[in-house]
């Protein structure tokens, strides 16, 4: 097994999808994936689990239904689970997600928003 750290602007240069979270580690069963966001998402929520956005670049606005929460580069919000949120950002923004593995993107709404899952990089 070789040691290498992992670059994240390196990473953020092999794709340019948005709304298609890569992942780019694994800490026992939970993964950091990296995406990039731009528009509106759709409203959902993860009935079973926590989700982590942590913005690397750029700003997020995470919506729910009784109010917003907007951060920018170098701050991270905890959406608990099972609360329905949209996040959208008015200009590309890149993001670490850091979830369980197996989490779907779109919760339990679906859709062609849906990314596949379990993408590395």
């Not at 990296?34 to 926590?50: A, C, E, K, N």
């Not at 608990?80 to 590309?92: L, Q």
């Not at 670490?96 to 990089?121: K, Q």
């Amino acid at each position: 097994m070789s040691e290498h750290a992992i670059n994240l602007r390196g990473k953020f240069d092999l794709f340019t999808q948005q709304w298609s979270p890569r992942v780019i580690a694994q800490m026992n069963d939970y993964q950091f994936k990296l995406v990039r966001i731009q528009g509106d998402f759709i409203w959902h929520d993860h009935p079973d689990t926590d989700e982590t956005f942590l913005v690397l670049e750029g700003r997020l606005r995470i919506e729910f239904e009784d109010g917003s929460v907007e951060l920018k580069a170098g701050e991270l919000y905890v959406v608990t689970k099972g609360r329905r949120h949209k996040p959208s950002a008015s200009e590309e923004a890149k993001v670490m997600l850091i979830e369980p593995r197996g989490v779907v993107n779109t919760g339990r709404e679906g859709g062609p928003r849906t990314a596949e899952n379990d993408l590395w990089i």
